[in-house]
């Protein structure tokens, strides 16, 4: 960790401005995937439960007994 403070504290303020800019921007990209992931298996899931519930699934019949 001392490494990487002292390495941190030798790069110029521009350098250290760009960092956090592409960390921030790797961070926000990273939370975005992970949001558009979850709410599209939650909305394929409430779909699938809707058709099997409706009988449109090929299975259904199957399903059911």
Excluded: C
């Excluded at 250290?16 to 975005?32: C, D, N, R, V």
């Excluded at 909305?43 to 699934?57: D, P, T």
Aim: hydrophobic share 45%; no cysteine.
């Amino acid at each position: 960790m001392k490494r990487f403070k002292h390495w941190l504290g030798a790069l110029p303020v521009r350098t250290k401005l760009m960092l956090l800019a592409s960390f921030a921007s790797g961070m926000a990209l990273i939370l975005a995937g992970i949001v558009l992931t979850l709410t599209d298996y939650q909305s394929n899931r409430r779909a699938l439960v809707q058709r099997l519930q409706e009988g449109r699934h090929p299975n259904a019949r199957s399903l059911e007994r």
